[in-house]
Each structure stands twice: as structure tokens, then as C-alpha cells.
T-cell receptor, first 117, second 110 residues
């Protein structure tokens, strides 16, 4: 598609349930990122995929969080046994491949607003 | 020192005035920098890239000071529609990702 597509746009879930968030990046973008943004806070890096390389999972806050990227395109972020502190906007972004010591700006999706009650 | 730091503000600016704010970064090896604009309850959108000494796009000017490790954004002739949060982004984590500041909130007042 023309932009980064995320679904669902809003998700309300009960504490302890699992949720799956989906991201469809811009065609041709080999790099895909997940961030989250809590109310009034900056963007917190979660995970990064680049082509067929092993993902950089260094930002995942706990082992309840995992992500996959199938076929180098669509990505799914899964949160198991959700907690109230998981409530945030989860943003996906994609970009062209990162060059050495530099980078390309990202294009963000419109995000998934997750509320854990 | 945090990867990226910004003074959150808010920066209250009379319509038509000029406003400028800085973003400091810790990674001295960074080669490229970005300013994003984020409207309330919306995703960040790329405003400007800063690859060398600076960049200008209409009323917006971004400058880089490598010696002091900060980038700045200047908005001239502020419009009401410029009200937003401006995030700066710098390569972090081994240059595999962008680290974002918390943003500078700009409120343009009629």
C-alpha cells in the first residue's frame, strides 16, 4: 500500500488476556520497527527487523512481548497476559535499509491504541 | 546522558513570531538527524532531515552543531497550524534504529 497500515486502530482488552497487533509496512521497505508511546511520554523502542537478519529485540520490556515478521513483510506484535501498564499506543514504522552510520527517516503507521482494563 | 533530550515546553508563541528550540544527543558518531511533527493523538510525521550543516524548507530551518552535539529547529512567521509537538530523532542502538526525544510542544496563540 501507499503507507504503513496497522490494525486494529483501537483495542480494549481485559487484564491477563493476550493481544495481537498487526503491521503492514510500505512495499519495498526492508526495515520495520515497533515503538510504543505512553500518554505524555516519548517513543520507546521495542523491536527492529531488517531483511533476513536476526531481529533486534533489545527494547522488549518483558518476555510477555514477542514479534514476528513473516516473509519480510507483515509483522505481528504479541503481548501475552496483558497488564495495565501495557496500555499505550503501539506504533509501527518502516524505512529503507539503514546505511552505515546513518539512516533513513521512518514512515509511521497510525498506531494501535491499546487499553488494558 | 540520555540518547536524546528535549525541553518539553510548552513553547507559547504569538502568531507571526519566530520560535526555536534545541535537541541534544549523546552519540557523537551520528551522521543523520530528523525532526518529526506529531499532532495530538496522531502518529509522528517526518518534517525534515538534517544530514550535514543544516536544512531549510520554507519557514522551517534545522541546524546541526556537531561540536556541542545538538540540533535546532526554527519556525519563522508561526501559523496557528504549526501547533504540534516536534520530536527530534537520532540514530541510536548501534545505528540500527532511531532514538526519539520526548518532543517540544509548540502552541501558537492568536
Amino acid at each position: 500500500g501507499a503507507g504503513v497500515s496497522q490494525s486494529p486502530s483501537n483495542k480494549v482488552t481485559e487484564k491477563g488476556k493476550d493481544v495481537e497487533l498487526r503491521c503492514d509496512p510500505i512495499s519495498g521497505h526492508t526495515a520495520l520497527y515497533w515503538y510504543r508511546q505512553s500518554l505524555g511520554q516519548g517513543l520507546e523502542f521495542l523491536i527492529y527487523f531488517q531483511g533476513n537478519s536476526a531481529p533486534d529485540k533489545s527494547g522488549l520490556p518483558s518476555d510477555r512481548f514477542s514479534a514476528e515478521r513473516t516473509g519480510g513483510s507483515v509483522s505481528t506484535l504479541t503481548i501475552q497476559r496483558t497488564q495495565q501498564e501495557d496500555s499505550a499506543v503501539y506504533l509501527c514504522a518502516s524505512s529503507l535499509a539503514v546505511r552505515d552510520r546513518g539512516g533513513h527517516g521512518y514512515t509511521f503507521g497510525s498506531g494501535t491504541r491499546l487499553t488494558v482494563v | 546522558r540520555k540518547e536524546v533530550e528535549q525541553d518539553p515546553g510548552p513553547f507559547n508563541v504569538p502568531e507571526g513570531a519566530t520560535v526555536a528550540f534545541n535537541c541534544t544527543y549523546s552519540n557523537s558518531a551520528s551522521q543523520s538527524f530528523f525532526w518529526y511533527r506529531q499532532d495530538c493523538r496522531k502518529e509522528p510525521k517526518l518534517l525534515m532531515s538534517v544530514y550535514s550543516s543544516g536544512n531549510e524548507d520554507g519557514r522551517f530551518t534545522a541546524q546541526l552543531n556537531r561540536a556541542s552535539q545538538y540540533i535546532s529547529l526554527l519556525i519563522r512567521d508561526s501559523k496557528l497550524s504549526d501547533s504540534a509537538t516536534y520530536l527530534c530523532a537520532v540514530p541510536g542502538g548501534g545505528n540500527n534504529r532511531l532514538a526519539f526525544g520526548k518532543g517540544n510542544q509548540v502552541v501558537v496563540i492568536p
